[in-house]
């Protein structure tokens, strides 16, 4: 390992940047391959898991609540959900905005901002305090949710290029048809371990029309977020999301012409990436679903995106210090940061 030539022709460099892609930034060359390391002890190391290898509570429960795979401390979460049958109650997290990433299947949404139904690849926004259930149209469904405590905005770096807002953004729509309903369960996610829960006369979700212009809750599919290339030897991704607070980034990491990424080391963000499918492979993620960490501070270098047969990914920044809960630790392997293969030396 210690023998492996980076790509041919590259400088053997090492960066280290502030504030993500945007900050100061320092370069050294080395004369040996830095993301190399022999083993590892402790939390803060580089992981990678297969989702698919996890079973969500709420797949076989529907009363259960989307399972957390990774928390931190600023608030940031990731859960992945994967219900078969719809919720039977309404939730609203009073504490974060969600981004529901959908992994596979399609998942209709009802919110008390309108309904929209959303299929592989797309993102769905549903900002704090907005009230919503889902369930899959067929029998399956697997999303990865983002929890943000600071208010999420799409913010590509110009109004158009990387996003075709009129074309691609669509929003929650109003389904006047749907009955008043019965007694609902109103679920209130706090960060109490113990949920609140109001019992209320009707269906929060039925409403009548929607009076004002704006609707809070959007999807935007992948698969639409143009990928921003340098070439001919590559730069940063361009993220076309992000917190208010600039502690979360998301970005569209899916493949793009241009040189492989820089050995370097992040000094202020966690970096998770979800490699979604093929048909290429992105170094040694191959298989739909596979969730990469890269914690800040850890060298790093990654693999190519630049895969002529094409892949989807997207990427995660944040400055939040990321740490696997148990039940994604147990699905997880150590991660070597070349090509981001589980690492040949593999313990948990
Ligand atoms: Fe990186």
């Given at each position: 390992m210690s023998a492996k030539p980076q790509d041919?022709?590259?400088?053997?460099v090492q960066l280290w940047s502030r504030d993500g892609f945007q900050g100061a930034l320092s370069v050294v060359t080395r004369?040996?391959?830095?993301?190399?390391?022999?083993s590892v002890q402790g939390p803060h190391a580089p992981r990678r898991a297969v989702l698919e290898r996890l079973t969500p509570d709420?797949?076989?429960?529907?009363e259960a609540l989307p399972t957390t795979v990774a928390t931190s401390r600023l608030g940031v979460k990731l859960h992945v959900s994967g219900r078969r049958?719809?919720?039977?109650y309404v939730v609203r997290n009073v504490e974060a905005d969600e981004i529901h990433f959908i992994q596979s299947g399609t998942v209709k949404f009802e919110t008390d901002v309108g309904c929209l139904t959303a299929t592989e690849g797309d993102f769905v926004c549903i900002p704090r305090s907005i009230a919503y259930r889902y369930a899959p149209t067929g029998d399956a469904m697997r999303s990865v949710i983002v929890e943000s405590p600071s208010v999420l905005k799409l913010a590509?770096?110009?109004?158009?290029?990387?996003?075709n807002v009129a074309r691609d953004l669509k929003h929650a729509e109003v389904d006047a048809t749907m009955p008043a309903g019965g007694p609902t369960r109103l679920v209130l996610k706090t960060l109490d371990p113990e949920n609140t829960v109001f019992m209320l006369p009707?269906?929060?979700?039925?409403l009548g029309v929607h009076?004002?212009?704006?609707?809070?809750v959007w999807k935007l599919n992948l698969a639409n977020i143009q990928v921003h290339a340098y070439l001919p030897e590559g730069g940063p991704p361009s993220q076309f999301l992000q917190s208010g607070t600039g502690d979360l980034l998301m970005f569209n990491l899916s493949a793009r012409p241009g040189g492989r990424p820089p050995v370097?080391?992040?000094?202020?963000f966690d970096e998770l990436i979800c490699?979604?499918?093929?048909?290429?492979?992105w170094g040694g993620c191959t298989e739909p679903g596979t969730l990469t960490c890269v914690p800040k501070g850890v060298i790093h270098h990654g693999?190519?995106?630049?895969?002529?047969?094409g892949y989807q990914a997207w990427l995660l920044e944040t400055r939040a210090t990321m740490r696997w809960t148990p039940k994604a630790l147990a699905v997880a392997e150590l991660m070597e940061t070349g090509q981001y293969m589980p690492h040949p030396g593999a313990g948990k």
């Open positions: 041919a022709g590259a400088p053997p004369q040996t391959y830095a993301p190399d390391y022999l709420d797949q076989d429960d529907p049958t719809p919720m039977p590509p770096p110009a109004p158009s290029g990387l996003l009707h269906d929060p979700l039925a009076l004002s212009e704006s609707v809070p370097h080391i992040n000094a202020d490699y979604v499918r093929g048909p290429g492979a693999p190519s995106e630049d895969v002529p047969e």
